[in-house]
């Protein structure tokens, strides 16, 4: 029968397991283990959490934009209603977009502050 590429048996059914390595934990504690002996010979080793702490700070990020943008939508739309409204085209749409950044700066203001400015 022929070779299977992909797992390297002479029969094809992909079953075939390396030499002890029968279960996952030992795989995994295996894969550990050189894993670690890499990061020592290459000199590539990093804080645990230092992937976590991006994480969070990616995740802080988002959301200061997602405020900042959130209010100066806000503000042009509620100054594009007042320009239907009352017809100061384009005076309400230009205050709209200044109170939107004022709201949204003051947003990432308040969110900075009760996340202790990290």
Do not use: C
Not at 8 to 35: E, F, I, K, N, Y
Not at 69 to 75: F, H, I, L, S
Not at 81 to 108: E, Q
């Amino acid at each position: 029968m022929a070779r299977d590429s992909r797992s390297g048996d002479a029969d094809g059914d992909g079953d075939r397991v390396p030499p002890g390595q029968t279960d996952l934990p030992d795989r995994l504690r295996d894969l550990d283990a050189r894993l670690t002996k890499f990061q020592a010979d290459t000199g590539r080793t990093e804080a645990k959490g230092s992937l976590v702490k991006e994480g969070a700070a990616y995740g802080r990020a988002l959301k200061h934009v997602s405020e900042f943008v959130g209010g100066t939508m806000a503000g042009l739309l509620l100054g594009w209603l007042t320009d239907l409204a009352t017809g100061w085209f384009p005076l309400g749409l230009v205050t709209g977009l200044i109170l939107g950044f004022v709201t949204g700066f003051w947003n990432i203001y308040k969110s900075s502050l009760r996340s202790g400015g990290n």
